[in-house]
């Protein structure tokens, strides 16, 4: 079992930044690909970004060049920097976990789930 504790949400004006953690406990977590997902009020959970073990990583175009993923597996942490908020990225964020996928972007690929982050943009 891995248990995900995200952190770091809050309530931020347009533009500002935010970073957002996730905090892995349980078996070796260096062995997981983990990622962020996002879901807004009234639609789908949303794939964001991934870090897998080998240090590759991806971002999902809506947010490319605005946000950035890494991971700390010594301190069993990845995080997730938000810059340039937009409105449109108000959602609760999500910190997954999974020892292969076939997709990182398809969230029942994951078996580890944190239980969300509320993050809210005001224009």
């Known amino acids: 079992q891995v248990q995900l504790v995200e952190t770091g949400g809050g309530l931020v004006q347009a533009g500002d930044s935010l970073r957002l953690s996730c905090a892995a406990s349980?078996?070796?977590?260096?062995?997981?690909?983990m990622a962020w997902f996002r879901q807004a009020p009234g639609k789908e959970r949303q794939f964001v970004a991934h870090?897998?073990?080998?240090?590759?990583?991806s971002v999902a175009d809506a947010v490319k060049g605005r946000f950035t993923i890494s991971r700390d597996d010594d301190r069993n942490t990845m995080d997730l920097h938000l810059n340039s908020l937009k409105p449109e990225d108000s959602a609760i964020y999500y910190c997954?976990?999974?020892?292969?996928?076939?997709?990182?972007?398809?969230?029942?690929?994951?078996?580890?789930w944190g239980q969300g982050t509320q993050v809210t943009v005001s224009s």
């Open positions: 997954a976990a999974a020892r292969e996928v076939s997709s990182v972007s398809q969230e029942m690929e994951y078996d580890y």
């Open positions: 349980g078996r070796t977590v260096s062995d997981y690909l």
């Open positions: 870090a897998s073990w080998g240090g590759r990583t």
